[in-house]
């Protein structure tokens, strides 16, 4: 079976577990900064010299892991459009996505039922498929350098209605598009906290 976003279920659900993994040693690599950094030797050895350290013990049969891994990417669309979606869909703007600042102009989604979604009917479309693993991480086949990962490596998205299953949605977006999106909601939450908890002083 082909999947919306081009490739095959099989190849897809392989995918899937290695982004699950690869956030483990993600997440490893982090705790063993933190670690050096509590115990006062960052300084004595090279950024270099600790990735090959770590990665020899982590990973022996990958020496070249990149800590920025495909599910580090997945856990932070995960975070960016899950859970702030369910807690403060109130705030997502109901301004057309193709008129909005938010980030996605210029890129392909396509909802079914509305030609011209609006930012919070997309976001939530989006969420529907981060949350029911009906997303895909897509590098090309020439790779992505670190000057061009944000822009060379997008994310397919598509959800269906299970109730309607005419009602369908898909986007795909670079990953710097799908960090606007996220940091624009971001902002737009925490200066709205910040201006109602008695915890934050009001923004200037």
């Given at each position: ?27 490893d690599?982090l ?18 010299a ?13 020496p ?104 369908t ?8 598009q ?27």
């Open positions: 079976m082909v999947l919306p976003c081009g490739h095959s279920e099989d190849e897809v659900e392989l995918d899937w577990i290695d982004y699950v993994t690869n956030i483990m040693f993600s997440t690599y705790k063993a900064v933190a670690d050096a950094l509590a115990a006062g030797s960052a300084d004595a050895v090279s950024l270099a600790f990735h090959a350290a770590w990665a020899r013990g982590a990973r022996p049969n990958d070249v892991f990149v800590p920025f891994s495909l599910g580090s990417i997945a856990g932070w669309l995960s975070i960016g459009m899950t859970l702030t979606k369910e807690k403060w869909d109130d705030l997502l703007p109901l301004t057309p996505m193709s008129e909005s600042s938010w980030g996605l102009r210029g890129t392909e989604y396509v909802d079914s039922r509305n030609p011209n979604p609006s930012v919070r009917d997309v976001m939530r479309r989006m969420r529907n498929a981060m949350s029911h693993g009906q997303f895909h991480i897509h590098v090309p086949a020439t790779g992505a350098t670190a000057a061009t990962v944000m822009d060379d490596v997008s994310v397919a998205f598509w959800d269906v209605n299970p109730n309607n299953p005419r009602d949605f898909r986007a795909e977006v670079t990953l710097r799908a960090a606007h999106l996220i940091r624009s909601f971001q902002g737009t939450v925490h200066r709205s906290l910040r201006g109602r908890s008695p915890h934050w002083p009001p923004v200037a």
